[in-house]
């Protein structure tokens, strides 16, 4: 059982384009997060969530929009993709977002813009 | 502002003991993790520090230090399965809760 997954694995696109990442977890968690990995493998977080909530948003390009339809998923939409987008994107959850509760990572998204 | 340093990159034999070292300068600190990472893997926890002192977990423990800013990680009776990436993150603790990562330490272990 996977707890938390991913999709799409690979995404390939055309700058300019829209494209969405999809996040869900199987764990029962309250918090989940988003976080970006780039060419250096630096680990930076972008979003988190609990319960449907937005709680942080790091200064982030408004062109990516988090979306959490319900506390087990949370989805990345992001517009116009340009070439500093490529990364590994990482979602990530914990049992309620305390700080010292242990996050799990979801297997990445490698997003590649052209 | 929010930083963490680590060594690039550390080399042993299958059989030693590694330790990666970790400064910070966080502000609203409250505890330092480690997280390991393979290529092409998720990060996946390994430890965390809320007190100072050593935390000991099978064959790898953490270190902190709150006076000296000061972590490390140490690894004992390295694998070969133990190269792989290793992060400190320090969590951060104001409006809400948040781990700030450090650049990351490659290990590559040598039979």
């Known amino acids: 059982d996977t707890a938390v997954s991913q999709t799409p694995k690979y995404l390939v696109t055309q700058m300019g384009n829209d494209k969405s990442i999809k996040c869900e977890q199987n764990l029962g968690h309250d918090t989940m997060y988003w976080y970006k990995q780039d060419s250096k493998k630096f680990l930076k977080i972008m979003f988190s969530y609990n319960n449907k909530e937005l709680i942080i948003n790091e200064t982030v390009p408004n062109r990516f929009s988090p979306k959490s339809p319900d506390k087990a998923h949370l989805n990345l939409h992001i517009n116009s993709l340009e070439l500093g987008d490529s990364a590994v994107y990482f979602c990530a959850s914990s049992q309620d977002g305390s700080g010292e509760d242990t996050q799990y990572f979801g297997p990445g998204t490698r997003l590649t813009v052209l | 502002g929010q930083s963490l340093e680590q060594p690039s990159e550390v080399t042993a034999v299958e059989g030693a003991i590694v330790q990666i070292n970790c400064t910070y300068q966080t502000s609203g600190f409250y505890g330092l993790s480690w997280y390991q990472q393979h290529d092409g893997g998720a990060p996946t926890f390994l430890s965390y520090?809320?007190?100072?002192g050593l935390e000991e977990t099978g064959r790898f423990s953490s270190f902190l230090s709150r006076s000296d800013s000061y972590g490390y990680l140490l690894l004992q009776e390295l694998q070969m399965k133990d190269s792989a990436s290793y992060f400190c993150a320090s969590l951060r603790g104001d409006s809400s809760y948040k781990l700030i990562f450090g650049s990351g330490t490659r290990l590559l272990v040598r039979p």
């Open positions: 520090n809320g007190l100072d």
